[in-house]
């Protein structure tokens, strides 16, 4: 049973223009919500993030928005560049964790960059 | 440079063999993990610790087994009675209670 949903395999974006990945949840408890970007065997690098108690957090062209009623959350890069292409994953912590459990993992979307 | 390094970046092994894999950090982080990544496939937790000679199970922990004897340290191995051991080994850590989790860049496993 997936409690972190990524329902988009793949996304082509043409350069410039916006590109919106999203993510859907079930798990009530997940009180942490992260974006992260990752290249062909490489690890994956941490980009934003945002806490259950607000509704949007922004950093440079990146912007995570969160529905908790909806139970979704979306990633915006504005305006999209070719360096932008890879895999991005949402993850989601569990609150009863203190911190320090481990993350669950969408299974990615693979956002495509086109010149 | 802090970090978290990942030896050996590609491992061969016969099936039937145990094999360790390494994880080091000097981001002096409390928390460290194991994840397995599968091609079209999320990443799945296999160990974490939350501080040194703790740690616990996580989704997918059969088959493999940890030690956290130092901080910086947090070995895994992945035994013989691991069904599907071919994968992508990803280490990372952390400071609770902060969310972020800080990857190594990975080791991949092929068992022949």
């Known amino acids: 049973d997936q409690q972190v949903k990524q329902n988009s395999p793949s996304l082509s974006v043409q350069e410039g223009r916006i590109s919106i990945l999203n993510c859907d949840y079930t798990?009530?408890?997940?009180?942490?919500f992260l974006w992260y970007k990752k290249y062909p065997a490489e690890g994956p690098t941490f980009l934003i993030s945002?806490?259950?108690i607000k509704d949007k957090n922004e950093d440079g062209r990146f912007t995570v928005f969160l529905n908790k009623s909806a139970k979704h959350l979306s990633l915006h890069i504005v305006p999209s560049q070719p360096g932008d292409s890879a895999v991005y994953f949402c993850?989601?912590?569990?609150?009863w964790g203190g911190g320090a459990d481990g993350l669950t993992f969408g299974k990615g979307t693979h956002l495509i960059i086109q010149p | 440079d802090g970090g978290i390094t990942q030896s050996p970046k590609y491992l061969f092994r016969k099936e039937g063999q145990n094999v360790t894999l390494s994880c080091e950090q000097n981001?002096?982080?409390?928390?460290m993990y194991w994840y397995r990544q599968d091609p079209g496939q999320g990443l799945r937790l296999i160990y974490y610790?939350?501080?040194?000679?703790?740690?616990q199970k996580g989704d997918i922990a059969e088959g493999y087994s940890v030690s956290r004897e130092k901080k910086e340290s947090f070995p895994l191995t992945v035994t013989s009675a691991q069904k599907n051991p071919t994968a992508f080994y990803l280490c990372?850590?952390?400071?609770?209670?902060?969310?972020?989790?800080?990857f190594g860049p990975g080791t991949r496993l092929t068992v022949l």
């Open positions: 990372a850590s952390s400071i609770p209670p902060r969310g972020e989790q800080f």
């Open positions: 981001l002096n982080h409390d928390a």
């Open positions: 610790s939350q501080i040194v000679n703790d740690f």
């Open positions: 798990n009530s408890m997940f009180d942490y």
């Open positions: 945002i806490s259950s």
């Open positions: 993850a989601a912590r569990d609150s």
